[in-house]
DNA sequence: TCTGGGGTCCTAGGACCC
DNA sequence: TCTGGGGTCCTAGGACCC
């Protein structure tokens, strides 16, 4: 027996998911109807444009791109600011209502999941009414519209959700991907981004269904593995389960900011790294982590990034070891050049309960009992209420990014 | 006036060892 | 001074996703 698999997608999530909570508010226009996007802040160069309603869509807006160039092309745009707490408590309501129709549900981004539909027929019905009630459960309950993409695996399960939109259930069967899957335009496939667009262009690739249908050594030949990667998608070849809740364990943490302003002295270099530091240092302790490898990346004013990274023996979830090192890392790897974004990074992750070494360095022991106790209150009364002196009335805020409670990401791979 | 922030995975090339 | 090949580890960078 075949598989049934749905992939849900809220509609213009973040932007969708304001307009509904403006509206409970009291709000008169919903910003799905307007011209409106959800983006940055310009004053701190965050201004780039994370979600758009459709009537902005019209205006050929585009996600990712600058705000200022968002609004040129539309002068009386609508910038609604972001709201990660918002999202999260929309996320949930849509994760309970899916788990209304299979226990078997995949969260895999904020405003996407999978969910297995195999053998449930027995209790909701035939997958497409199902799709249409649960999609209406959605609408009707929390007041935004999704998508519903149904298949017998997830990457056609997917491409059917990205379809025309909005408030739409559609199919692609295998046997309909010849007729609904083949005429898209190839970037419009699962994996195929721009960089893999244009190499399939000059093999005279341009649709889905023409790199279905190209010479296997050719594309062996080009692209290596991710040739035989994209061609099996492209025939909707693709076979992983929908893991539920079975989150993977965390691989690295990271944080990255772009700065309000160019720096271009150590001094203030280096605060930007603790702040970074200072995250990265609680997250990496919240999930009882230690890393080993250590990585910093600088970007320049003119967008250019570089990283330098570094394997350590001991692994460590001392902010101020992690800050040493990502300092030394920082001045290798840093020319002078001005600088509009810095990130840490770490990875190599081991348990902290399987590692005993540092617990016998009683210098450390007493950091680690101080990060632990910075750890309580700023869990308890927010990230910032306990800022390192340095940082007063230096212009930079004293802890930066990963606010976002305990969401992470699935691999960007099935 | 330029383009955020969080991830995962893969690959190329060099170092080093046998 | 010149001559191998294989395996593994490491780093930097690039690919993709949302």
Redesign the pocket.
Known sequence: MNNIIMHVDANS?YLSWEAAYRLQKGATVDLRNIPSVVG?D?QS????V?AKSIPAKKYDIK???????AR?KCPNLVVAPVRYELYMMCHNAMINILRDFSPKVQV?????AFLDYTGMQAVHGDPVSAAYKLKNRIKNELGFTVNVGISTNKLLA?MASELKKPDMVHTIFPEEIKQKMWPLPVKE?????????PKLYRLNIFTIGDLANADPELLKYRL???GKLIQDYANGIEDSPVSENAR?P?????????IPFDVDSMDEARKVLLSLCE?VGM?LRQAGFSAK?I?VYLRNS??Q???????YEAATDDTYNIFNLSAQLMEE?WTGEPL??M?V?V?ELVPNDILQVSMFDIPNEKRRLLDQSIDDIRMKHGPKSVVRSIFINSGLSPI???V?EDF??????F
């Open positions: 999530a940055g310009e160069r965050h201004g780039i994370l996600t990712g791109e600058a705000l200022f160039t040129k895999y981004s904020i405003d996407e997917k496939l699962f994996m195929v981004g721009r960089a893999t667009a290596k593995s991710w993977p965390i691989k690295g943490i990271g944080n990255s900011t772009t995250m997250r490898l990585s003119d967008l990034g570089k990283s330098h990274q570094r394997k790897l509009r974004g990130g990074q990875s930066t990014g990963g976002i992470k990401m699935m691999s960007s791979r």
